[in-house]
Structures are given as C-alpha cells and as structure tokens.
C-alpha cells in the first residue's frame, strides 16, 4: 500500500491544505502533535513550512534532533487527531496512551504514524529569525510515501476510494471538514 512518491512530486502531497500530524524524535523520547497550518514551499529541493508553536514537546525535539515527519491522517483518524493536539507529549508517550502505532522513518528515524495515507520525512532547515518571530519552521522533503489506494501517478485520486481514506482539514474547535470530489477541467497536451 505505501509507495514512494518521486520528490519533485512531493508537495501535492500538501497542496489541498490537509491538517498533518508532526511527528519527531531525539534520542528515547518521541512525540506527535496535529498541525492545521503546513503547506509546500518549493519544488527542487522540495520544502515545506510548518507553524510549531513554542510550548510544543514536538518542536523541543525538532529543534533537538533537526528531524521530522509531516503524516496526512485520514478521517479514520479524525479523533485521534483531535486528542494528539490536545495533550502535551511532556509528560506522557502519546503513541503510548494513545496506542498508536508508528515506525521509524527509514532516511531520518522519525515516526511514521500508521494508518496515514502519506508521510513525508523532513530535515530541518534552520531560520532562527522566523522559527522565534513567527513559530514557523522550514523542512526539505528528503524522502516521501503514499498510500496507493488513494495517491499514484502523481496525484490524489479519492473518488471510488473507500471514504474513511479522505483526508481531514482542521477548521477550529475539533470541527473538521473531508477533502471532496475532484474537478477536472480540459487542458492542453503541454500542461498534463
């Protein structure tokens, strides 16, 4: 089910706006944490941007081990979504209290939540100014995977997969909304 995706094609894993879990680990302490506001950023080398605020257990291990993983959870995962962005990693494992599942991201060592439909292993790119100022933190994509059944060729294709494989988008309060139907519209041969 997991297949890598080519990452000059990386981004489209972010650019319909999905909620991502971050997860990170620095020696025997790990953590996740759910983050409405991730987006991509270039293509070559692939970058991202992701808003870790200061208290975050995540971004101490971030700024610790210069890793992490950007994880789509799915509707399935809805509920524990909310709860992960709920609790503070400080004083518990939350893959332990929550059971949850994860494996070391092959390239980095971070988590990889299971039950996600793709995961993106991240290094960290350091900008102290805009990490401090704006609790923004940069990435560069080093390795990427898909959940076949709804990502291949490139694109996300969610239609006539099973709903419970729909990505989640945070709108406030625990109030989440699922990724729709695609619209196609006519294009050239130069623009596939």
């Not at 270039?42 to 700024?63: C, G, N, Q, W, Y």
């Not at 060592?109 to 940069?138: M, N, Q, S």
Request: charge should be negative; proline fraction near 6%; include cysteine.
């Amino acid at each position: 089910m997991r297949q890598p995706v080519l990452l000059d094609r990386c981004t489209r894993l972010l650019n319909h706006g999905p909620t991502v879990l971050v997860s990170a680990q620095s020696q025997d302490r790990r953590n996740v944490m759910a983050a409405a506001w991730s987006m991509p950023l270039d293509f070559t080398p692939p970058k991202i941007a992701v808003v870790l605020d200061k208290s975050t257990h995540t971004r101490t291990l971030i700024e610790a081990e210069g890793t992490f993983v950007l994880n789509v959870p799915t509707i399935a995962l809805a509920a524990l979504t909310h709860r992960v962005g709920n609790t503070s990693g400080r004083d518990i494992d939350k893959f332990a209290e929550h059971d949850l599942a994860s494996e070391p991201g092959p390239v980095t060592g971070a988590p990889l939540v299971a039950g996600c439909v793709a995961w993106l292993e991240c290094r960290r790119l350091p900008e102290p100014h805009i990490e401090k100022t704006y609790d923004l933190f940069l990435g560069e994509v080093v390795a990427a995977w898909a959940d076949d059944r709804v990502f291949r060729d490139g694109r996300w294709h969610f239609a006539g997969a099973d709903d419970s494989l729909r990505t989640i988008h945070h709108v406030a309060g625990g109030h989440f909304l699922t990724i729709g139907d695609a619209v196609r519209y006519e294009q050239d041969d130069e623009n596939p």
